[in-house]
């Protein structure tokens, strides 16, 4: 497989649980970004990594937020305490060197819902 | 003001016609302009980068005005399968590219 991989597609949780997705890039980009879009709106950033190093965190990324990418390889969000304001779209990009070059390669991405 | 602006639409179209959507960004220093489309319920996926010249692929052109801070894409003799959300992308700052809310465009028979 030559994409960018998510997993879960779906996930339906219950407020107060945590949850956590995982993305798999391709597997010679360097460089992964982690997106979140609710229904109507473009894509919003939240976090990026270049390698291993998490090197831009959006505003829109609360304390309940936390990503990784332990080995330069694929990355983990987790979202502690979910709300129901964190229902949306999650999606997973990677790019290889300079994405503002050559834009980004997306994942499926994970649908969150939360009840 | 948001850093990227588009008109949500939707844009009803007849097969074989022209349509044309323009974007407004925020920051004069942007460099890196693109168009992605998105299909209902899918992740977005690379249209076309847009080249300060101007450039064309296919039925599809996009043009950049840097002093007015726009860029547009044109789409000729429009297919059903135009159908979907076109979102402009810039990079405004950093390494990651801002994304517009996206206009929709729907191609009718």
């Known amino acids: 497989d030559t994409g960018v991989s998510q997993d879960p597609r779906h996930k339906i949780t219950k407020r107060g649980q945590n949850v956590t997705f995982r993305c798999d890039p391709i597997?010679?980009?360097?460089?992964l970004y982690w997106y979140r879009q609710t229904l109507g709106q473009g894509p919003e950033f939240l976090t990026y990594f270049q390698n291993e190093a998490q090197l831009e965190k959006s505003r829109l990324l609360s304390d309940r937020f936390s990503a990784e990418r332990p080995k330069g390889s694929f990355s983990t969000l987790e979202i502690q305490r979910t709300e129901q304001g964190d229902s949306a779209m999650y999606l997973c990009?990677?790019?290889?060197?300079?994405?503002?070059?050559?834009?980004?390669?997306f994942g499926s991405g994970t649908r969150l819902t939360v009840v | 003001r948001k850093e990227v602006e588009q008109d949500p639409g939707p844009f009803n179209v007849p097969e074989g016609a022209t349509v044309a959507f323009n974007c407004t960004y925020s920051?004069?220093?942007?460099?890196?302009f693109f168009w992605y489309r998105q299909d209902c319920r899918k992740e977005p996926k690379l249209l076309m980068s847009v080249y300060s010249s101007g450039n064309e692929d296919g039925r599809f052109t996009a043009q950049l005005n840097r002093a007015s801070q726009y860029i547009s894409l044109l789409i000729r003799d429009s297919k059903l399968s135009d159908s979907a959300t076109y979102l402009c992308?810039?990079?405004?700052?950093?390494?990651?590219?801002?994304f517009g809310g996206g206009t929709r465009l729907m191609v009718k028979p």
């Open positions: 990009a990677s790019s290889l060197g300079s994405s503002e070059i050559y834009g980004y390669t």
């Open positions: 597997s010679e980009h360097n460089r």
């Open positions: 920051n004069s220093a942007s460099q890196s």
């Open positions: 992308v810039v990079n405004v700052a950093g390494n990651m590219l801002t």
